[in-house]
């Protein structure tokens, strides 16, 4: 059973700075990708930021150069540096690992980050 777990979130002013975790119950090399996506309340889910087993990186134009996702192989987990924090990057946040081969998708529950004006 696959099991994702975030954390990191919480309230913080803009400006600044949080880094999410997101532990997974398995290792994370089953996974040929894994992702972050956020929801903010009346919206969709959207989009943040990839990774894949190879390293190669790609980001939502909102958060390219203020987000960085990276990944610790030994840990089980993946990490989203998130700098420069604005107001509109409020929202809940959720890890999103994948195995395309099979199509399988699993998710976290999410944490919620809130960023103060």
């Known amino acids: 059973q696959v099991q994702l777990v975030e954390s990191g979130g919480g309230l913080v002013q803009a400006g600044g700075s949080l880094r999410l975790s997101c532990a997974a119950s398995?290792?994370?090399?089953?996974?040929?990708?894994m992702g972050w996506y956020r929801q903010s309340p009346g919206k969709e889910r959207e989009w943040v930021a990839t990774?894949?087993?190879?390293?190669?990186?790609n980001y939502a134009d909102s958060v390219k150069g203020r987000f960085t996702i990276s990944r610790h192989n030994a840990k089980n987990t993946v990490y989203l540096q998130m700098n420069s924090l604005k107001p509109e990057d409020t929202a809940v946040y959720y890890c999103?690992?994948?195995?395309?081969?099979?199509?399988?998708?699993?998710w976290g529950q999410g944490t919620q980050v809130t960023v103060s004006s």
């Open positions: 990774i894949t087993n190879g390293d190669s990186t």
């Open positions: 999103k690992a994948s195995r395309t081969y099979r199509s399988e998708d699993y």
């Open positions: 398995v290792s994370i090399l089953s996974f040929n990708a």
